[in-house]
């Protein structure tokens, strides 16, 4: 059976795309296309030299370790995929935002890994350390990843197409109304409502962007290397560029291009907060 024939099986075809053409097909079959392409060649890129570094013995046991359970966490990023894409095959035209969320922030967290791994591998030697503004940097990833997660929510909610006013979220309202009402109980609008998500990401943007004003801040007032300060400068400048794309977005009803160097930027943001991290640790 042909691809498109059998994309008229599903319900996004069924519900949302039955006026379709075949080049408009074949547009969403390329992404579609070269996402799985791309994920199966990462997955080669590690592998081939994983086993050949693995039979010449130039790994160490710390090395394999790390490298087993990058192996792992590549393995489960591809089951989440096909796991994502499930859940819009039955009864929904959509995936499930829980699923992409998922999916997404999987792909951050081993992409973050990764470069640990990397950052090990080019500054082994350790040092004394200051635990304390260490813990700080440690809060922000958290609270970065956390924010990224909401941030699918977005995505996969559409609710980035709804409150598209900035600083209040509309009509002059700090919180809007439904952001309580849309789902019940109460905490479920947090997680599922367009609105409800669309608070959480937007004002926890607020409090990603203090503490890491806050890191830079506090890194003021202690001893750093050039590595260090190179970090926590950059972080400061990600996130502020971060930031207005996110109004940008927001105000600007999610062009695509923007929405695509939104989420490109808080990847580079999370490999800037793991290096200065990194940075910190060893």
Known sequence: ????????????????????????????????????VIGRFIGLVFVIPFVYFLLRKQLTKSTIKKCLILLTMGGFQGFLGWFMVKSGLVDKPDVSHYRLAMHLTTAFLTFAYTFWVALDLIFPS??????????????????LVIQIIWGAFVAGLDAGWIHNHWPLMNDGELIHQSVTTEQEPLWRNFIEGKSGVQFIHRYLAYIVVGIIGFIWFKARKNKTTALQQKGINLLLILVGVQFVLGVLTLVLFVPVWLGV???????FLLATMTFTLHRYSK
């Open 261 to 267: 160097l939104h989420q490109v930027t808080a990847f």
């Open 1 to 36: 059976m042909k691809p498109f024939d059998l994309y008229k099986q599903y319900p996004e075809y069924q519900k949302l795309n039955y006026n379709m053409t075949i080049d408009e097909f074949k547009d969403i079959y390329f992404w579609e296309w070269i996402h799985r």
């Open 126 to 143: 350790k040092k004394q350390i200051n635990t304390r503004f260490r813990n700080l940097i440690r809060v922000g990833l958290v609270i």
